[in-house]
């Protein structure tokens, strides 16, 4: 969250976050991703997991709220491939 919020990750066009996105984001990752994948790697995380964790955040937040958590987690994850490739 420092690369966005430090205006140093962009999304699609370019463009930084708004603040209202990055603070959306937060909410999802902390009382979503965190409590159902915990600690896990980004490589322990299985097709399985993803779709209980979908199932989970849809049960609370609605299938709109699970379409945007899966969203961010799967940027999470791309962005984590990206920088271990850069490595």
């Not at 962009?10 to 990055?22: H, L, M, N, P, V």
């Not at 779709?51 to 709109?64: H, T, Y």
């Not at 945007?68 to 990206?82: K, N, S």
Request: aromatic letters at 4%.
């Amino acid at each position: 969250m420092e690369e966005v919020e430090a205006g140093r990750l962009r999304i699609r066009g370019g463009r930084e976050k708004k603040a209202s996105t990055i603070e959306n984001d937060k909410s999802r990752i902390r009382c979503h991703i965190v409590p159902l994948l915990g600690p896990r790697s980004v490589t322990a995380v299985t097709q399985a997991d993803i779709e209980n964790f979908m199932f989970e955040v849809a049960r609370d937040s609605g299938k709109s709220g699970a379409r945007r958590t899966v969203g961010l987690l799967g940027a999470i994850f791309q962005c984590c491939e990206t920088q271990d490739a850069a490595r």
